[in-house]
């Protein structure tokens, strides 16, 4: 069995969280605005941009990605690298395309964890926050957020930037204890497409080949 390298996108972005967030209220209602916009939607398609730069390491690299998340029953897809992590709210299936394996997985549901179907709404727990200001960026006005974790975590702080009329996460970076920064570059949002609850599981016969790897 191979390891996934989306581990890596997963780690850093869908941290599971448990205390109860406090911070400035001017950040809250800003905050509070995405969550609430996000949840109005059924299905949502994101496509992003995800980047690494790691001084110690001399790397810099980026990779393209889509994100299909269905937060109300938790269901997502994520395609980045060649590779997809699919859940249908209960089971998470990791497919290793190029390795032709699937690794599968129970879906931690306790109310304090977090996957990608809450990507948007990630900050609500666990989490001490900032309001920085606005700033203008090709025209367009984003509201800009900083959020510092208020149990020891890997990372020591990530930074949101908002679009202030579409009450819309633009851009997500982590900064990690070792100098690492991950960057999640928000490049199309559309809210409630059309995909059947089949698109969130994975078939193993549609996949003839595909080496099942069980981890439950």
């Known amino acids: 069995m191979k390891k996934s390298s989306i581990s890596l ?11 109860v967030a406090q911070s400035d209220p001017e950040a809250k209602a800003i905050l509070a605005g995405v969550s609430k916009k996000y949840r109005s939607y059924d299905v949502v398609k994101v496509d992003f941009v ?12 980026s990779q393209s990605g889509v994100l299909y998340a269905k937060s109300k029953s938790n269901k997502y897809k994520v395609i980045i690298g060649g590779q997809e ?12 395309k190029q390795d032709k394996e699937v690794q599968v997985s129970e879906i931690d549901n306790s109310p304090n964890s977090l996957n990608p179907a809450k990507i948007f709404t990630m900050y609500e727990k666990g989490f001490k926050y900032v309001y920085l200001g606005e700033t203008t960026i090709g025209g367009r006005r984003y509201q800009n957020v900083e959020l510092a974790p208020l149990q020891n975590r890997s990372f020591s702080k990530v930074k949101l930037r908002i679009d ?11 900064y990690d204890k070792n100098g690492n920064v991950y960057t999640y570059q928000i490049k199309t949002f559309t ?8 698109f969130f599981t994975f078939d193993a016969k549609a996949h003839p080949g595909v080496d099942v790897v069980d981890l439950r």
């Open 191 to 198: 809210p409630n497409v059309k995909v059947s609850d089949a």
């Open 164 to 174: 202030k009329v579409n009450k819309q996460l633009s851009n997500i970076v982590v």
């Open 9 to 19: 996108f997963v780690a850093f972005l869908f941290v599971s969280l448990s205390a």
């Open 85 to 96: 992590l699919i859940s249908d709210g209960k089971v998470q299936w990791t497919y290793l």
């Open 50 to 61: 995800y980047s690494i730069k790691s001084p110690q390491a001399n790397i810099s690299q």
